[in-house]
């Protein structure tokens, strides 16, 4: 079993900035891919982006690309989302997931572990 705990989620103006983090424990794996998704009222859970086991790769929502950016410290357990520019659209419950493989997804099914989420509401 694996857990995850995010953190760093808050109030903050629109083009401001956040570092949401994610601790992992239990029967976790630096080799495992991370990603982070996220939630806004009404609706549904949308990929946000991911990250490879070894940190090589990774993926981006059209909508967070060259804004956010997502890294990881193996030796800590630990990923990170970096959130700068942030608009009041950004306003969601922010999740971290862990695949069970080295590759990163992009959807929902391709994560198996999940934490309760961390809110961001972004003001104008």
């Known amino acids: 079993q694996v857990q995850l705990v995010e953190s760093g989620g808050g109030l903050v103006q629109a083009g401001g900035s956040l570092r949401l983090s994610c601790a992992a424990s239990?029967?976790?794996?630096?080799?495992?891919?991370m990603g982070w998704f996220r939630q806004a009222p009404g609706k549904e859970r949308e990929f946000v982006a991911a990250?490879?086991?070894?940190?090589?790769?990774?993926y981006y929502a059209d909508s967070v690309k060259g804004r956010f950016i997502i890294s990881r410290d193996n030796a800590k357990n630990a990923v990170y989302l970096q959130m700068n520019s942030l608009k009041s659209e950004d306003t969601a419950v922010y999740y971290c997931?862990?695949?069970?493989?080295?590759?990163?997804?992009?959807?929902?099914?391709?994560?198996?572990?999940w934490g309760r989420g961390t809110q961001v509401t972004v003001s104008e």
């Open positions: 997931a862990s695949r069970r493989y080295t590759w990163p997804g992009r959807a929902e099914y391709d994560y198996y572990y």
């Open positions: 990250i490879s086991g070894g940190g090589a790769t990774t």
């Open positions: 239990g029967r976790t794996s630096s080799t495992y891919a």
